[in-house]
């Protein structure tokens, strides 16, 4: 059993700092290309941020794990939308932007739901057991294709803002421009400072270093896949768990755990708006984009993965998003974060006694 937790710590590790290598590189290469910071975000940055939870759905899909692959994803949006939201709310009350409340939020709740009508089978369907199967996986995919059309949109919506309000947007604090973040602005600022990072170092400056960052990174994220999907299989076998289970914790929250220290530095330094947009945006990719991919693979029988699952995933989607949207003061504040955490901690103890 030691060797299966060395293998799937180890694993987490080589999936995080494979991630952070292959979107610097990416970012780099496509800063030489001359591609606009907001198309960065949106693409590079983003995706670079859920590249361990879609590495590990991927990877459990190919090596026919199919529970592993829609549990790691269910576990890590409840984890990111119930306690780091509730931790950040917390430690620091603030006022969810109108781009969110009316734009972004709205956005996860319809991928929590698709994902809830592709793979609860036996609600939907009849069926007498749950599976996102291949017709599901397409429908995912295109509906993140559309999101990623609306998104571009919405990016250049931005760029018609004038030259003096950039200006006077660029002497605001941090908590000022936090405010007013959402998706496509969180992205943005991401993007701008990994390019800055990039433009640090005169080596990163080398295009080939670029590209090497970027093998070395994807490396990384394959080897790091095999070993968190093999540590954690062999895990649930010695001690009894279901793959499923193993997945919507042990996995789960350990891809998830950067998402907590970065999103609570930032809730400390006034950014969580910030915080919030790169949240909201990982969870939106992970139930379209990761699922759908890897139900492309092979059919995602989850018959760990049932109703009390995807309601907890989609009524913590509407709860982030009704909730500051009736509220008076429109904010995530520190009573609804601290039910944001219960409704975890209850989530996870009905896991554990579920077995």
Not at 14 to 28: K, P, R
Not at 277 to 297: D, E, H, K, R, T
């Amino acid at each position: 059993m030691f060797h299966d937790i060395l293998f799937l710590l180890l694993g987490l590790v080589l999936l995080v700092f494979g991630a952070n290598y292959v979107t610097d590189g990416a970012v780099a290469v496509a800063k030489r290309f001359k591609v606009s910071h907001l198309i960065i975000g949106l693409t590079v940055v983003a995706l670079g941020s859920t590249l361990p939870d879609m590495v590990v759905c991927v990877e459990s899909a190919f090596e026919n794990n199919p529970a592993m692959a829609i549990g790691e994803v269910m576990g890590s949006n409840i984890f990111d939308l119930l306690l780091v939201i509730g931790i950040m709310g917390i430690i620091r009350p603030w006022k969810v932007s109108g781009v969110m409340r009316y734009q972004d939020l709205p956005i996860l709740l319809i991928a929590s739901g698709a994902l809830w009508v592709a793979g609860d089978t036996v609600l939907f369907d009849g069926l007498d057991h749950n599976v996102v199967n291949r017709s599901a996986g397409i429908m995912l995919i295109v509906i993140f294709i559309f999101y990623m059309w609306f998104m571009i949109l919405s990016s250049k919506n931005e760029k018609t803002v004038s030259a003096s309000e950039m200006e006077e947007g660029a002497n605001e604090d941090v908590e000022s421009q936090s405010a007013k973040a959402g998706i496509v602005s969180s992205h943005s600022i991401k993007s701008d400072l990994s390019v800055l990072k990039m433009e640090v170092s005169e080596l990163r400056k080398k295009q080939w270093f670029s590209w090497l960052m970027i093998v070395a990174g994807l490396g990384a994220l394959v080897i790091g896949g095999n070993w968190v999907v093999d540590g954690a299989s062999g895990l649930a076998l010695k001690i009894g768990m279901s793959q499923g289970m193993v997945a919507l914790t042990v996995v789960a929250i350990g891809n998830a755990l950067p998402d907590l220290v970065t999103s609570v530095t930032a809730t400390v330094k006034g950014a969580s708006g910030i915080a919030l947009g790169n949240i909201v945006g990982s969870c939106i990719i992970n139930s379209l984009l990761s699922v759908g991919l890897s139900a492309l693979v092979i059919p995602l029988t989850a018959d760990t993965i049932g109703f009390v699952d995807f309601i907890t995933l989609v009524g913590a989607s509407a709860l982030i998003w009704f909730v500051p949207l009736l509220s008076k003061g429109k904010s995530v504040t520190r009573l609804f974060g601290c039910i944001l955490v219960a409704l975890y901690i209850g989530y996870m103890v009905f896991t554990v006694i579920r077995g």
